[in-house]
């Protein structure tokens, strides 16, 4: 009997061959994630807060003392809902009509800062919005912004507003400064900043150009009393030493360079970002791999070569995930996240719809899921029988912009109520003797199952002779971890593999397994 324990260990690796693997890792799988040593199928996704007046293509949650609040930037209008399973739509657009058009996936970006929300296209002045659901008042160009700039990206750092990849115009000129990181002066509380003349000695506010490589700069994102900064070609940091110099400014690499302007996000070990040869963390100093030899062929090679400006990156505190998103070839916007665990360091595979923007924030208690099913288990999201709603704690909504809705991420096991399949393979099992021929006459599996009752769980047991030759599969066999704990089967070869799949309604969690082998002798 071989028991595999600790079947989370490594999650799935697809960038060693399958025979080279430990044998609690996976070569394949989908729809699933290595969670506290066990495989889990992925949870699913709903339509949550009504049906948005527009396609959305950016979202910006705003939690206030009372409300929750999610504002979705379409085309050329922008919207916000309080909540509720039904939803309450209104729009904030500017009051001299819609954006410039073309204004999607990654133009949008935008912040909360002083408890004002914070927009900004790329192309138009950026946007502020004071905050207020019942009465919303319509967005505005942001006070005191200097007239004819414009700029790409806009951040926030300590009481300072960044501009990034600026644009100015004087009479019929326009210039473009790709790599110039433009800060205001320093604002005071509950405000936005009072000024931008980079001009005034009496001011904080300045601009200055990361010139050492070519590439643009994408965005800026805080770490601790750092600012870690992403061009196309590099990695820049900034901190605060105030007057006279403000910023002082240095060069962290040009090796790495970031994929799009939200393939940045902070974590408790540091900020990671989707680059442009790898995804690295980086600590303010120094990087380093977190996916070589794991994910980094097998992502980089899915990417679309056209469409990468449009791959993210999204946190999902809850789960210790940062989810890799990203276009695969053919498609225009992201449809397949890879997960990091990144207290575990365990990759999982996870399929999206057609995918503009996620972001994470607090779901309004009006929207809530009371769950009839029963069971639990001790690392699912959520206890059943129990809200989603609360207030500590940050959900993912997706952007569905092909659907027209607002997707809640990590709830239910189906996708916007359709079954999905989900799978986790391991092949190339050779127990550490490739020449002995192996027969597997039982395997054993200790699984737990939740939601739909008589949704099934498949077992496949496969075998090959070679790690060239195709896996040859025997079953599906159909395994309900409630009545059963194995499944008798008959299959030979050098290398073993097995399968354990879903497509119906129903979530399931691998702890282990064992094979039942008996060695057949030598080919």
Same mark, same amino acid.
């Not at 697809?14 to 290595?34: C, F, Q, T």
């Not at 946190?315 to 990144?342: I, K, M």
């Not at 066999?477 to 354990?500: A, C, H």
């Given at each position: 009997?071989?028991?595999?324990?600790? %079947?989370?260990?490594?999650?799935?690796?697809k960038d060693?061959?399958?025979y080279?693997?430990?044998?609690?890792?996976?070569?394949?799988g989908?729809?699933?994630?290595?969670?506290?040593?066990?495989?889990?199928?992925?949870?699913?996704?709903?339509?949550?807060?009504?049906?948005p007046?527009?396609?959305?293509?950016?979202?910006?949650?705003?939690?206030?003392?009372?409300?929750?609040?999610?504002?979705?930037?379409?085309?050329?209008?922008?919207?916000?809902?309080?909540?509720?399973?039904?939803?309450?739509?209104k729009?904030?657009t500017?009051?001299?009509?819609?954006?410039?058009?073309g204004?999607?996936?990654?133009n949008?970006?935008?912040?909360?800062?002083?408890?004002?929300?914070?927009l900004?296209?790329?192309?138009?002045?950026?946007?502020q919005?004071?905050?207020?659901?019942?009465?919303p008042?319509?967005?505005?160009?942001?006070?005191?912004?200097?007239?004819? %700039?414009?700029?790409?990206?806009i951040s926030?750092?300590k009481?300072?507003?960044?501009?990034?990849?600026?644009?100015?115009?004087?009479?019929?000129?326009?210039?473009?400064?790709?790599?110039?990181?433009?800060?205001?002066?320093?604002?005071?509380?509950?405000?936005?900043?009072?000024s931008?003349?980079e001009?005034?000695?009496?001011? *904080?506010?300045?601009?200055?150009?990361?010139?050492?490589?070519?590439?643009?700069?994408?965005n800026?994102?805080?770490?601790?009393?750092?600012?870690?900064?992403?061009?196309?070609?590099?990695?820049?940091?900034?901190?605060?030493?105030?007057?006279?110099?403000?910023?002082?400014?240095?060069?962290?690499?040009?090796?790495?360079?970031?994929?799009?302007k939200?393939s940045?996000?902070?974590?408790?070990?540091?900020?990671?970002?989707?680059?442009?040869?790898?995804?690295?963390?980086?600590?303010?100093?120094?990087?380093?791999?977190?996916?070589?030899?794991?994910?980094?062929?097998?992502?980089?090679?899915?990417? *679309?070569?056209?469409?990468?400006?449009?791959?993210?990156?999204?946190?999902?505190?809850?789960?210790?995930?940062?989810?890799f998103?990203?276009p695969?070839?053919?498609?225009?916007?992201?449809?397949?996240?890879?997960?990091w665990?990144?207290?575990?360091?365990?990759?999982?595979?996870?399929?999206l719809?057609?995918?503009?923007?996620?972001?994470?924030?607090?779901?309004?208690?009006?929207? %809530?899921?009371?769950?009839?099913?029963?069971?639990?288990?001790?690392?699912?999201?959520?206890?059943?029988?129990?809200?989603?709603?609360?207030?500590?704690?940050?959900?993912?909504?997706?952007?569905?912009?092909?659907?027209?809705?607002?997707?809640?991420?990590d709830?239910?096991?189906?996708?916007d109520?359709t079954?999905?399949?989900?799978?986790?393979?391991r092949?190339?099992?050779?127990?550490?003797?490739?020449?002995?021929?192996?027969?597997?006459?039982?395997?054993?599996?200790?699984?737990?199952?939740?939601?739909?009752?008589?949704?099934?769980?498949?077992?496949?047991?496969?075998?090959?002779?070679?790690?060239?030759?195709?896996?040859?599969?025997?079953?599906?066999?159909?395994?309900?971890?409630?009545?059963?704990?194995k499944? *008798?089967?008959?299959v030979s070869?050098?290398?073993?593999?097995?399968?354990?799949?879903?497509?119906?309604?129903?979530?399931?969690?691998?702890?282990?397994?064992?094979?039942?082998?008996?060695n057949?002798?030598?080919?």
């Amino acid at each position: 009997m071989i028991f595999v324990k600790d %079947v989370g260990q490594y999650g799935i690796i697809k960038d060693k061959p399958a025979y080279d693997l430990p044998i609690n890792a996976w070569s394949d799988g989908m729809n699933v994630r290595a969670f506290e040593n066990a495989i889990q199928k992925f949870t699913g996704h709903r339509q949550a807060l009504g049906t948005p007046t527009v396609a959305p293509y950016f979202l910006l949650p705003i939690k206030t003392t009372t409300d929750a609040l999610w504002v979705y930037c379409g085309a050329t209008a922008v919207y916000v809902t309080q909540g509720s399973l039904t939803g309450t739509h209104k729009n904030i657009t500017r009051s001299s009509g819609a954006y410039s058009a073309g204004t999607t996936a990654q133009n949008w970006s935008g912040l909360v800062f002083g408890g004002i929300g914070i927009l900004n296209n790329g192309t138009d002045v950026p946007q502020q919005w004071s905050v207020d659901f019942a009465t919303p008042s319509l967005l505005t160009d942001l006070s005191n912004w200097q007239t004819g %700039v414009t700029c790409k990206a806009i951040s926030g750092f300590k009481n300072f507003l960044i501009a990034l990849d600026v644009s100015k115009t004087v009479g019929s000129t326009t210039t473009r400064y790709p790599r110039l990181f433009k800060w205001s002066h320093s604002s005071s509380s509950n405000a936005v900043p009072s000024s931008w003349d980079e001009n005034s000695s009496s001011l *904080d506010a300045g601009e200055y150009s990361l010139e050492s490589t070519q590439g643009h700069i994408l965005n800026a994102q805080a770490l601790k009393d750092s600012l870690i900064i992403t061009k196309e070609d590099g990695l820049w940091g900034a901190s605060h030493i105030g007057p006279p110099f403000i910023f002082r400014f240095y060069e962290i690499s040009q090796q790495f360079g970031a994929l799009s302007k939200h393939s940045m996000v902070e974590t408790e070990l540091g900020v990671v970002i989707f680059g442009t040869d790898d995804i690295v963390l980086c600590d303010g100093q120094t990087v380093k791999s977190v996916t070589t030899r794991k994910m980094r062929r097998y992502i980089y090679n899915a990417i *679309d070569a056209t469409n990468y400006v449009n791959s993210f990156v999204v946190l999902n505190q809850p789960h210790s995930e940062v989810w890799f998103c990203f276009p695969q070839s053919g498609a225009t916007f992201a449809d397949r996240a890879v997960t990091w665990n990144y207290k575990e360091n365990t990759f999982g595979i996870r399929e999206l719809p057609a995918t503009p923007h996620i972001s994470r924030g607090v779901v309004n208690p009006s929207d %809530v899921v009371t769950w009839a099913e029963s069971g639990s288990w001790d690392s699912d999201l959520e206890t059943w029988d129990s809200k989603v709603y609360n207030p500590a704690q940050n959900r993912l909504m997706l952007a569905d912009a092909g659907g027209t809705k607002l997707q809640l991420l990590d709830t239910t096991n189906q996708f916007d109520s359709t079954n999905y399949t989900a799978y986790i393979e391991r092949t190339g099992l050779h127990l550490d003797d490739p020449s002995q021929i192996k027969l597997v006459k039982k395997v054993h599996l200790n699984m737990e199952k939740t939601g739909d009752a008589s949704g099934d769980i498949e077992v496949m047991v496969g075998a090959s002779n070679s790690p060239e030759e195709a896996v040859t599969w025997s079953g599906p066999y159909s395994f309900d971890p409630e009545t059963q704990n194995k499944i *008798d089967t008959l299959v030979s070869g050098k290398y073993l593999g097995l399968r354990i799949q879903s497509s119906s309604n129903v979530g399931w969690r691998l702890n282990s397994y064992a094979m039942d082998v008996a060695n057949n002798g030598v080919d």
